[in-house]
């Protein structure tokens, strides 16, 4: 079955760190680009960022630059997001989303999991 | 960065009526070199994660209903169902893909009425 899993989510305090996995399964993950794209509770969809096919090409929405880390090891079929100095406002559930091959929209997501920032 | 704007922000629709929803962008989308708008709508069923619809505006995703139609160019789109069905109910968002950050609508949120 063609399909992606994230984990790693859970509780932590502002200012602390997680990171989360997206492990990809059905299909020749090295031949995909992967996103990033977070859900507050109740809110819209926001991008978060872009690993390219050896994960020398990163990419990240300005909110993010320089707080969270995408990473990929193509041998464990997985994509990382290192998420560093926490905020409450970054309390959602972050989805991996699988990007078609050239262009910018997403045709398989995972179920997503939920980060909870908060004291 | 390009503010996409969908209306109305929530709509309540007879079974088998249709329902229409707007999304407007900030900038031009199209891009004349190849003759394709960058705009991408899904569907986000409650506790599910978003599913592709539709893209390059009015393309349906393989498996797609075809009661679920895109139109529009350049900045004026519009997501059509043409005969609402019970497990249509979700939220609906837009994507622009023309330029980094790609950028979603804000959401609309249809209902049966």
């Known amino acids: 079955e063609v399909q992606l899993v994230e984990s790693g989510g859970g509780l932590v305090e502002p200012g602390g760190s997680l990171t989360l996995s997206c492990e990809a399964s059905g299909f020749t993950f090295r031949e995909y680009e992967m996103n990033w794209v977070r859900q507050a509770p109740g809110k819209g969809l926001e991008w978060v960022s872009h690993?390219?096919?050896?994960?020398?090409?990163?990419y990240y929405a300005d909110s993010f630059e320089g707080r969270f880390t995408v990473s990929r090891d193509n041998a464990k079929n997985s994509v990382y997001l290192q998420m560093n100095s926490l905020s409450v406002d970054d309390t959602a559930v972050y989805y991996c989303a699988r990007k078609v091959v050239t262009y910018w929209y997403f045709d398989l997501w995972g179920r997503g999991t939920l980060v909870t920032v908060s004291s | 960065d390009i503010v996409m704007t969908q209306s109305p922000d929530s709509l309540a629709v007879s079974l088998g009526e249709r329902a229409t929803i707007s999304c407007k962008s900030s900038q031009n989308v199209f891009y004349s070199s190849n003759n394709k708008n960058y705009l991408a709508w899904y569907q986000q069923k409650p506790g599910q994660p978003p599913q592709l619809l539709i893209y390059w505006a009015s393309t349906r995703e393989s498996g797609v209903p075809d009661r679920f139609s895109g139109s529009g160019s350049g900045t004026d789109f519009a997501l059509t169902i043409s005969s609402l069905q019970a497990e249509d109910v979700g939220v609906y968002y837009c994507q622009q893909y023309y330029s980094i950050p790609n950028t979603f609508g804000q959401g609309t949120q249809l209902e049966i009425k």
């Open positions: 690993i390219g096919y050896s994960g020398t090409t990163r």
